[in-house]
């Protein structure tokens, strides 16, 4: 399982209860919130880069994309499952690449609007669950899930 900070880790770790039933593995950006949850859950941490400094954040993505490649190599997850944001998008790539399951859960906070990771990941998800109804006219292949909150 992996997300980006903030929202998207939320939501994310909400799913506790169907998780802790398998054998996972959470992959999120460090911070000194995060770190925290090294002592419940089994973790790696990629670079947090906010995208409102470009040049560092194109910096950090390509780091990101190398070490999120090791660690599904590591890990060796037969299933990512995702609610985003871009810290998620090389990982879904690479498990295709080794014909894995991507499993995408588009936020919560969008009901009339696609996300760009939603965008992105739509065309290889093989599950891409929706939180609205509303969403299904944007993403038709989309499943309407409800939400997760």
Request: proline residues 4%.
């Amino acid at each position: 399982m992996i997300s980006s900070v903030g929202g998207h880790l939320t939501q994310l770790l909400s799913l506790e209860e169907l998780f802790m039933e398998y054998d996972y593995y959470l992959v999120t950006e460090k911070n000194d919130v995060t770190l925290k949850l090294k002592d419940k859950y089994p973790i790696s941490f990629l670079v947090y880069g906010a995208r409102n400094y470009l040049f560092r954040y194109l910096f950090k993505f390509l780091y990101n994309i190398g070490k999120s490649f090791l660690i599904f190599l590591r890990v060796k997850p037969d299933i990512v499952i995702t609610t985003g944001a871009h810290t998620a998008v090389p990982m879904c790539y690479i498990a295709k690449l080794f014909r894995k399951k991507v499993v995408f859960i588009e936020s919560f906070a969008k009901s009339k609007s696609p996300t760009l990771s939603g965008k992105m990941i739509y065309p290889i998800a093989d599950l891409f669950i929706v939180q609205w109804e509303s969403m299904k006219e944007i993403y038709p292949k989309a499943i309407y899930g409800g939400t997760i909150y």
